[in-house]
């Protein structure tokens, strides 16, 4: 599983690669005249995810001791927050004001919130399925690859949110 | 007319009863995905028609949107939903019950099993040869049209555009369709084998990976058909030409996708596998070096290949959303395509060639009958070159206008990475040195491989240098430095693993006269093809030209009479594989005396590959040492470690 988290944030570098020669190579001031960032509310979206990131770590803590009922609260709790965070961020894509093809800049926003975006969808779209496997009584404290996996998966896009955040917001 | 005989496993069940009825059109398979594709395309038709009309977009029926979505992504994932790629996860996703796996379709009994999802590593192995070598006529094909082309100066038949479109397509299929996914099917074959493990870690997912490879060599293909064209910017595919051309542009981007999709799902199964699923007693220093080569590739693959996919992400997005990654007028930046793509290609040539390594490590230990010279240094220099290879990609890019102080660092890590390469010749050079030598038709390709390689690696050298790559930049010097590391290198590889392993595949031996006659006649008219191209480039002929200046036209006329002969040559092999595969003789379990696991089973392996879990106890290279073993299988005990001696 860690190999493909190496892939996917190699697919990251790539269009970090794109932000640094936007901001960085060209010097192109970040965010330029007229346009704003909507960083605390995408502050709060930050800590809500890391929040999430927690809940789903108890919830492996929990079936690793054999305690259903934490892994089933965490893993809806997680699934909650995610889809707190999607939809957050799906009406401030709405509110923000500019588009992709407005300049580089908004170009480099849109495509690195949106590739992030797309992998909390991925995310959720996992965790639904070890939400539901977790209520149908698959997992014990034996057996509980379904909820690791899923766990690792969800770390790897919180923190990459975590750097997403710093590089477009708040650098 | 002897049968080869297929030695069964244990698990021998019954095969299900075919569908009957309506039930032949919704069981997994190819009636199944003749409706599920187009329902597919429609719903992604419906899906652009959709969002354009909610938000307003004018014209509702963006061509470009539409083929990138529904033709391009959704027609071959309903394809792949059709054939049954995805089954067994949709059946896990829906919580039906999972089937009990009496791997009743696992293997091969008969032809059709090649033409669906199957989950047997050495079936999906062939699959992949089979399927690389279409496209490799293909792509030669386009290359005997170039080189037609560029017989006489003056345009012949096609203009620059189309030019460009040919030589565009020859690259393209030849590397993504063709050399790296036929290592990927050698090593798909061989590997579990080498192993000594009975599958690859995930069989499902293998086979998954194997079927997006007619995807994207089809759409490839299929761009012929585009309007205006197949795609014309080379297989670099540079911004801001690429972002500017016309939508057979958008078929590169997708099929590169799907071909790196493919080929990243492959890489992260060999990883697993040969990390956890090695018999017992083979340590990472007992593996075979064709199991470390391929673990190398497959690192790279895992961490390189994401970055040409988002390099064609960007041109897709400034294209299609009109985004703004490669257009400095409003703030984007041209150069960055180049160090996006060649961050993944540069790479991507090691990927291309790191197998091969392995495979004529294979080949001169058995055929010289020593042990390779150096084992730990040629797996040693296989993780520096794997290292040192991200380190060069800019060597590409010395006149492209990047940032100058670049330019000395990346030279002298390209001059570098000749240094782990030169270590893998010399002691492929030491492994031959008092020998015992067997010039069968593998062999004869590996030594091949060892001239034209190092020639190719010696223009390499030369252009890694920066003011001659600034003189020779663009000119055909490059096309014959490409030509020789990838033909003269992967390709004369492939053709030594291919040779080397038909016994095992199929049980039976090729003529070994027209192997020979195959070898001799594609190394002369390699060499005259190509060579003399060293020489047109230092005189100044750029390359991906259709038309050149007077003074080439002596030189181009007999490269391309050259390279006709060339292209005959592979109509030899085609006969040999084809005719020997039904008729040759049977080939026995161990016709080249090897002694690595693959050529301990029959010929070809049975469905599960070992009847007991072999015990390793010695390294694999261990030729005219008395009584050393590499492994201990069907019964063999204990006497003959006191043969060895322990």
Same mark, same amino acid.
């Given at each position: 599983?860690?190999?493909?988290?190496?892939?996917?944030?190699?697919?990251?570098?790539?269009?970090?690669?794109?932000?640094?020669?936007?901001?960085?190579?060209?010097?192109?001031?970040?965010?330029?005249?007229?346009?704003?960032?909507?960083?605390?509310?995408?502050?709060?979206?930050?800590?809500?995810?890391?929040?999430?990131?927690?809940?789903?770590?108890?919830?492996?803590?929990?079936?690793?001791?054999?305690?259903?009922?934490?892994?089933?609260?965490?893993?809806?709790?997680?699934?909650?927050? #995610? /889809? @707190?965070? !999607?939809?957050?961020?799906?009406?401030?894509?709405? =509110?923000?004001? *500019?588009?992709?093809?407005?300049?580089?800049?908004?170009?480099?926003?849109?495509?690195?919130?949106?590739?992030?975006?797309?992998?909390?969808?991925? #995310? /959720? @779209?996992? !965790?639904?399925?070890?939400?539901?496997?977790?209520? =149908?009584?698959? *997992?014990?404290?034996?057996?509980?690859?379904?909820?690791?996996?899923?766990?690792?998966?969800?770390?790897?896009?919180?923190?990459?949110?975590?750097?997403?955040?710093?590089?477009?917001?708040?650098? | 007319?002897?049968?080869?005989?297929?030695?069964?496993?244990?698990?021998?069940?019954?095969?299900?009863?075919?569908?009957?009825?309506?039930?032949?059109?919704?069981?997994?398979?190819?009636?199944?995905?003749?409706?599920?594709?187009?329902?597919?395309?429609?719903?992604?038709?419906?899906?652009?028609?959709?969002?354009?009309?909610?938000?307003?977009?004018?014209?509702?029926?963006?061509?470009?949107?539409?083929?990138?979505?529904?033709?391009?992504?959704?027609?071959?994932?309903?394809?792949?939903?059709?054939?049954?790629?995805?089954?067994?996860?949709?059946?896990?996703?829906?919580?039906?019950?999972?089937?009990?796996?009496?791997?009743?379709?696992?293997?091969?009994?008969?032809?059709?099993?090649?033409?669906?999802?199957?989950?047997?590593?050495?079936?999906?192995?062939?699959?992949?040869?089979?399927?690389?070598?279409?496209?490799?006529?293909?792509?030669?094909?386009?290359?005997?049209?170039?080189?037609?082309?560029?017989?006489?100066?003056?345009?012949?038949?096609?203009?620059?555009?189309?030019?460009?479109?040919?030589?565009?397509?020859?690259?393209?299929?030849?590397?993504?369709?063709?050399?790296?996914?036929?290592?990927?099917?050698?090593?798909?074959?061989?590997?579990?084998?080498?192993?000594?493990?009975?599958?690859?870690?995930?069989?499902?997912?293998?086979?998954?990976?194997?079927?997006?490879?007619?995807?994207?060599?089809?759409?490839?293909?299929?761009?012929?058909?585009?309007?205006?064209?197949?795609?014309?910017?080379?297989?670099?595919?540079?911004?801001?030409?690429?972002?500017?051309?016309?939508?057979?542009?958008?078929?590169?981007?997708?099929?590169?996708?799907?071909?790196?999709?493919?080929?990243?799902?492959?890489?992260?199964?060999?990883?697993?596998?040969?990390?956890?699923?090695?018999?017992?007693?083979?340590?990472?220093?007992?593996?075979?070096?064709?199991?470390?080569?391929?673990?190398?590739?497959?690192?790279?693959?895992?961490?390189?290949?994401?970055?040409?996919?988002?390099?064609?992400?960007?041109?897709?997005?400034?294209?299609?959303?009109?985004?703004?990654?490669?257009?400095?007028?409003?703030?984007?930046?041209?150069?960055?395509?180049?160090?996006?793509?060649?961050?993944?290609?540069?790479?991507?040539?090691?990927?291309?060639?790191?197998?091969?390594?392995?495979?004529?490590?294979?080949?001169?230990?058995?055929?010289?009958?020593?042990?390779?010279?150096?084992?730990?240094?040629?797996?040693?220099?296989?993780?520096?070159?794997?290292?040192?290879?991200?380190?060069?990609?800019?060597?590409?890019?010395?006149?492209?206008?990047?940032?100058?102080?670049?330019?000395?660092?990346?030279?002298?890590?390209?001059?570098?990475?000749?240094?782990?390469?030169?270590?893998?010749?010399?002691?492929?050079?030491?492994?031959?040195?008092?020998?015992?030598?067997?010039?069968?038709?593998?062999?004869?390709?590996?030594?091949?491989?060892?001239?034209?390689?190092?020639?190719?690696?010696?223009?390499?050298?030369?252009?890694?240098?920066?003011?001659?790559?600034?003189?020779?930049?663009?000119?055909?010097?490059?096309?014959?430095?490409?030509?020789?590391?990838?033909?003269?290198?992967?390709?004369?590889?492939?053709?030594?693993?291919?040779?080397?392993?038909?016994?095992?595949?199929?049980?039976?031996?090729?003529?070994?006269?027209?192997?020979?006659?195959?070898?001799?006649?594609?190394?002369?008219?390699?060499?005259?093809?190509?060579?003399?191209?060293?020489?047109?480039?230092?005189?100044?002929?750029?390359?991906?030209?259709?038309?050149?200046?007077?003074?080439?036209?002596?030189?181009?006329?007999?490269?391309?009479?050259?390279?006709?002969?060339?292209?005959?040559?592979?109509?030899?092999?085609?006969?040999?594989?084809?005719?020997?595969?039904?008729?040759?003789?049977?080939?026995?379990?161990?016709?080249?005396?090897?002694?690595?696991?693959?050529?301990?089973?029959?010929?070809?392996?049975?469905?599960?590959?070992?009847?007991?879990?072999?015990?390793?106890?010695?390294?694999?290279?261990?030729?005219?040492?008395?009584?050393?073993?590499?492994?201990?299988?069907?019964?063999?005990?204990?006497?003959?470690?006191?043969?060895?001696?322990?």
């Amino acid at each position: 599983m860690l190999l493909f988290i190496a892939s996917e944030v190699m697919l990251f570098g790539s269009f970090f690669t794109a932000y640094f020669f936007v901001r960085v190579v060209n010097g192109y001031s970040w965010p330029p005249p007229g346009f704003e960032l909507p960083k605390y509310v995408a502050g709060i979206n930050t800590a809500i995810l890391v929040t999430s990131s927690f809940t789903v770590h108890w919830a492996l803590q929990s079936i690793r001791r054999g305690n259903r009922r934490g892994m089933q609260a965490g893993l809806v709790l997680t699934f909650l927050m #995610g /889809l @707190t965070f !999607l939809l957050t961020q799906m009406i401030e894509y709405a =509110r923000v004001g *500019f588009a992709p093809h407005d300049n580089a800049f908004t170009t480099i926003f849109f495509c690195l919130t949106g590739l992030h975006g797309a992998h909390v969808f991925v #995310g /959720l @779209t996992i !965790l639904a399925f070890a939400t539901t496997r977790a209520f =149908r009584g698959h *997992f014990s404290a034996e057996h509980h690859y379904g909820v690791e996996i899923p766990g690792i998966y969800w770390h790897f896009v919180d923190v990459m949110w975590i750097v997403v955040y710093a590089t477009v917001y708040l650098l | 007319m002897t049968e080869v005989t297929h030695a069964t496993g244990h698990h021998e069940a019954e095969h299900a009863a075919p569908p009957q009825g309506w039930h032949r059109w919704t069981a997994g398979g190819w009636l199944r995905a003749l409706w599920m594709a187009p329902l597919f395309a429609g719903i992604g038709l419906g899906i652009v028609l959709f969002f354009r009309w909610l938000g307003h977009w004018h014209p509702l029926f963006e061509w470009n949107t539409i083929v990138v979505v529904a033709f391009l992504t959704a027609l071959p994932l309903g394809f792949l939903a059709g054939i049954g790629a995805f089954d067994y996860w949709v059946r896990y996703a829906l919580g039906a019950p999972t089937q009990p796996e009496d791997h009743s379709g696992h293997g091969a009994r008969s032809w059709k099993d090649y033409f669906r999802v199957n989950t047997d590593h050495k079936v999906i192995g062939i699959q992949y040869l089979s399927t690389v070598f279409v496209f490799f006529i293909v792509g030669g094909l386009l290359a005997m049209l170039v080189r037609g082309e560029l017989a006489r100066p003056g345009l012949q038949y096609t203009d620059a555009q189309g030019f460009n479109g040919l030589f565009t397509l020859h690259a393209t299929l030849m590397i993504f369709l063709f050399i790296i996914p036929a290592f990927a099917g050698i090593a798909n074959y061989v590997v579990p084998l080498m192993l000594g493990a009975p599958d690859m870690a995930f069989p499902r997912l293998n086979a998954l990976s194997f079927w997006l490879l007619p995807i994207a060599g089809l759409i490839l293909v299929g761009s012929f058909f585009a309007p205006g064209g197949p795609p014309a910017a080379g297989w670099t595919g540079y911004a801001s030409l690429s972002t500017h051309q016309p939508m057979g542009t958008l078929f590169f981007n997708m099929a590169v996708q799907w071909a790196g999709a493919s080929s990243i799902m492959t890489a992260l199964n060999f990883l697993v596998t040969i990390i956890t699923m090695r018999a017992p007693g083979m340590t990472f220093w007992r593996m075979p070096l064709l199991v470390w080569a391929n673990f190398t590739t497959s690192l790279l693959v895992v961490i390189a290949t994401p970055f040409i996919a988002g390099s064609q992400f960007f041109v897709m997005f400034d294209r299609i959303l009109h985004t703004h990654f490669f257009d400095p007028h409003h703030g984007g930046n041209v150069i960055a395509y180049q160090h996006i793509f060649w961050f993944y290609s540069h790479p991507a040539v090691y990927i291309m060639i790191l197998p091969g390594f392995g495979i004529i490590s294979e080949v001169i230990s058995v055929f010289a009958r020593k042990p390779i010279f150096g084992y730990r240094l040629m797996a040693l220099s296989l993780l520096a070159i794997l290292v040192l290879g991200f380190s060069v990609w800019a060597h590409h890019m010395f006149v492209s206008g990047m940032a100058s102080y670049l330019r000395v660092p990346m030279m002298i890590t390209t001059l570098l990475i000749a240094v782990p390469t030169g270590v893998k010749v010399f002691n492929w050079l030491a492994t031959l040195w008092e020998g015992r030598i067997h010039l069968q038709t593998p062999m004869l390709w590996a030594l091949g491989f060892i001239s034209t390689f190092v020639i190719g690696g010696l223009s390499g050298v030369y252009l890694g240098a920066v003011p001659i790559d600034i003189h020779m930049s663009d000119t055909y010097f490059i096309v014959a430095h490409i030509h020789y590391v990838l033909f003269g290198g992967a390709f004369f590889t492939i053709m030594a693993g291919i040779y080397f392993w038909f016994p095992k595949m199929t049980g039976r031996m090729y003529n070994e006269t027209l192997g020979k006659w195959h070898f001799w006649l594609t190394f002369v008219a390699f060499n005259l093809t190509f060579f003399p191209m060293h020489l047109i480039g230092t005189q100044g002929m750029p390359r991906r030209v259709a038309d050149y200046a007077p003074k080439f036209a002596d030189w181009n006329f007999f490269i391309s009479v050259c390279s006709f002969a060339l292209g005959a040559s592979v109509i030899i092999f085609f006969y040999n594989i084809i005719h020997s595969w039904r008729y040759g003789p049977l080939a026995g379990d161990n016709p080249w005396r090897s002694l690595t696991l693959e050529w301990q089973v029959t010929s070809p392996p049975p469905v599960f590959n070992f009847d007991e879990i072999p015990q390793v106890v010695g390294n694999p290279y261990e030729y005219g040492v008395p009584g050393a073993r590499h492994a201990l299988l069907n019964g063999a005990r204990t006497h003959e470690l006191e043969e060895v001696g322990h």
